[in-house]
Nanobody, 116 residues
Framework: QVQLVESGGGLVQSGGSLRLSCAAS????????MGWYRQAPGKQRELVAQ???????NYTDSVKGRFTISRDNAKNTVSLQMNNLKPEDTAAYYC??????????WGQGTPVTVSS
C-alpha cells in the first residue's frame, strides 16, 4: 500500500521558517520524482518545488531563494525547508510522488498558516 505522510505544518509569523517532511512507503522511492504542491482556499493546486530522481530541482518563481527541496533516498523522505515565509504562502501543502510509468501519488496534506 502506497503512503505519503506529511508533517511539519503549522502556524508561523511572517518572516519565520518551517520545515515540511514527507515519508513515503510502498513505492521504490528513489525512482520517483518528488514534489511539494500547495492549495490555498479558493485557488487551484500549484507546484511549489520538485526534485527528480536524479536530484535536479525546480521551484515556482514566488518561492525561489526562500524554499529548498531535498530528498533522502536512504530514508524515503523528501523535505521542504521554507524560510522567510509570507502570508501568501498560507495553504495546504501536499507531497506528491510521480513516475512516468507508475503514475502519481498524493499525501493527505499539511496546513501552513503564515500570520502577518
Amino acid at each position: 500500500q502506497v503512503q505519503l505522510v506529511e508533517s511539519g505544518g503549522g502556524l508561523v509569523q511572517s518572516g519565520g521558517s518551517l520545515r515540511l517532511s514527507c515519508a513515503a512507503s510502498g513505492i521504490t522511492f528513489r525512482i520517483y520524482a518528488m514534489g511539494w504542491y500547495r492549495q490555498a482556499p479558493g485557488k487551484q493546486r500549484e507546484l511549489v518545488a520538485q526534485i527528480t530522481s536524479g536530484g535536479s530541482t525546480n521551484y515556482t518563481d514566488s518561492v525561489k531563494g526562500r524554499f529548498t527541496i531535498s530528498r533522502d533516498n536512504a530514508k524515503n523522505t523528501v523535505s521542504l525547508q521554507m524560510n522567510n515565509l509570507k502570508p501568501e504562502d498560507t495553504a495546504a501543502y501536499y507531497c506528491n510522488a510521480a513516475h512516468r510509468v507508475y503514475g502519481s501519488r498524493w499525501g493527505q496534506g499539511t496546513p501552513v498558516t503564515v500570520s502577518s
